[in-house]
């Protein structure tokens, strides 16, 4: 397949001409992956090409993380980070992989409760965009004040092990990121492959420097 990429060029993408990634469209479905990769298109083409065969074509499939965690450790660390374009895409990714509306309220008020962030607002009007509720709803409301959300009750000990670990990494706090990546292996809440796996992902979405200080 040939890419039609001329350095210095901004060319406009054309999903007849261009295979998508397998796990663009797995994510995203068909329709919600080729607006993304136009999105990035229209960014730069030569990012455009690298978000689909290197991102999503390479990174997105390295083992030892399966797509659901790989895309839980990606929400969390651009909510921590608040980039909420990319945020935006991203919890489609999670609904689309089977975790319902209630299951990322619970991850935002976990995320409240711990003070990884200040404040849920921004956050819960980029999910009531893509879920096509009115915010603030009264629903979103009730369910935010029920005991329910006071707990993180429906996260395992697994996922909150990789919140926490992508929660470190985003916030690019080395004592913080040794501690836990220290008591994670002495404890064996998560391999040192899995560790370096959550590294080797949040790389493209919070950059070289924190994931360095962790694989360090």
Avoid at 22 to 27: G, R
Avoid at 60 to 85: C, M
Avoid at 97 to 122: A, H, P, T, V, W
């Amino acid at each position: 397949l040939i890419y039609p990429y001329d350095r210095g060029s901004n060319m406009a993408f054309n999903p007849k001409n261009i295979k998508l990634s397998p796990a663009l469209i797995t994510l995203y479905g068909e329709e919600e992956a080729v607006r993304v990769a136009s999105r990035c298109y229209e960014v730069d083409s030569f990012f455009g090409q690298w978000v689909n065969e290197q991102i999503y074509g390479i990174l997105w499939e390295l083992p030892p993380l399966n797509f659901y965690e790989k895309s839980l450790i990606t929400v969390i660390a651009l909510i921590v980070l608040g980039r909420e374009e990319q945020l935006q895409i991203h919890l489609k990714g999670l609904l689309n992989l089977g975790k319902d509306r209630s299951f990322i309220l619970q991850l935002i008020m976990y995320l409240c409760e711990n003070k990884y962030i200040l404040n849920s607002d921004n956050v819960v009007g980029v999910l009531e965009s893509i879920t096509q509720l009115k915010y603030p709803s009264p629903e979103t409301i009730n369910e935010l004040k029920s005991p329910d959300f006071s707990s993180a009750d429906r996260l395992s000990s697994h996922e909150l092990s990789l919140i926490k670990l992508s929660v470190s990494i985003a916030k690019a706090d080395k004592d913080e990121l040794n501690n836990v990546v220290e008591t994670y292996i002495s404890d064996k809440l998560l391999s040192e492959e899995e560790i370096r796996g959550v590294c080797r992902h949040l790389m493209t979405y919070c950059g070289c420097p924190p994931v360095m200080q962790t694989l360090g």
